[in-house]
């Protein structure tokens, strides 16, 4: 499963729109990315690398392999 690592493999939290404005108030769109890591986890007892949000690792919603 070949994803993209700007989004998490475990809350698929991906990129979010918004705007940039500059100090002459001139606005114009660019692109949030989550802060993702690249992790060792285990998946169903197998050792694999994902690419997980800092929240999903903060809460504990996966299991580092050591």
């Given at each position: ?54 929240r999903c690792l903060r809460s504990g919603k996966v299991q580092?392999?050591?």
């Amino acid at each position: 499963m070949a994803r993209n690592k700007r989004r998490c493999e475990i809350c698929d939290k991906g990129p979010k729109v918004a705007n940039q404005i500059s100090h002459a108030h001139n606005v114009s769109k660019r692109r949030q990315f989550p802060n993702t890591q690249r992790v060792h986890v285990l998946i169903k007892g197998a050792p694999r690398y994902i690419h997980v949000c800092t929240r999903c690792l903060r809460s504990g919603k996966v299991q580092k392999a050591s």
